[in-house]
């Protein structure tokens, strides 16, 4: 009976292979992907003296110039942690799909069969006072995908799409993605 409804209902998600090491992978992935979606954030905005005059073209060569950069410090931070430490569970998380955030539920990379949606963040700027109107300088938003080869649920990468904005002009989501 369970093939039936699985026949009937197909999961369009990879269907990981709880292994004792799947779960660390996952949870080590994702906070990848979180990490560096806040270090290019705030990679990117410590290089603009003013929102309100940068154009759209100088914004995403900062983005694309501190990729990168954000990739490898969320390396670097990954490989300090005990991965148990780190949460983990299935990788798609819905309520990043619904407002403010409205990230899509996958994305795809050159390296993956699918990438799917794990978390979302604001891009605020987190130490600095709601007085000053600097919650959002230069991010709108983010979202980070844990990306499979296959329906096995082998891991492959990460990726982010990144909502950047110009004053209160909001630029095109920005994708970019990393193999492991």
């Known amino acids: 009976m369970s093939r039936a409804i699985d026949a009937r209902f197909p999961v369009p998600y990879p269907r990981p292979r709880w292994s004792?090491?799947?779960?660390?992978?996952?949870?080590?992935?994702?906070?990848?992907a979180?990490?560096?979606?806040?270090?290019?954030?705030?990679?990117?905005?410590s290089q603009i003296v003013d929102p309100e005059t940068i154009d759209e073209e100088t914004?995403?060569?900062?983005?694309?110039e501190n990729a990168p950069l954000a990739w490898e410090m969320a390396e670097q931070w990954i490989a300090s942690l005990?991965?148990?430490?780190l949460s983990?569970?299935?990788?798609i998380n819905v309520e990043c799909m619904n407002r403010p955030f409205s990230c899509q539920s996958s994305v795809e990379c050159d390296f993956a069969k699918i990438c799917v949606l794990d978390d979302c963040g604001d891009?605020?700027?987190k130490p600095c006072p709601d007085t000053w109107g600097l919650g959002?300088?230069?991010?709108?938003?983010?979202?980070t995908y844990t990306c499979y080869l296959g329906n096995d649920g082998d891991i492959v990468g990460a990726a982010i799409t990144f909502r950047p904005r110009i004053g209160s002009h909001i630029v095109p989501w920005v994708k970019l993605c990393s193999p492991n």
């Open 82 to 85: 005990d991965p148990t430490t």
């Open 123 to 125: 891009g605020k700027c």
């Open 34 to 45: 979180g990490y560096a979606a806040y270090a290019l954030s705030g990679l990117t905005e």
């Open 88 to 91: 983990y569970g299935y990788p």
């Open 20 to 32: 004792e090491t799947l779960p660390r992978r996952a949870s080590s992935c994702r906070g990848k």
């Open 59 to 64: 914004l995403l060569r900062l983005i694309e």
């Open 136 to 143: 959002n300088l230069i991010t709108s938003g983010w979202c």
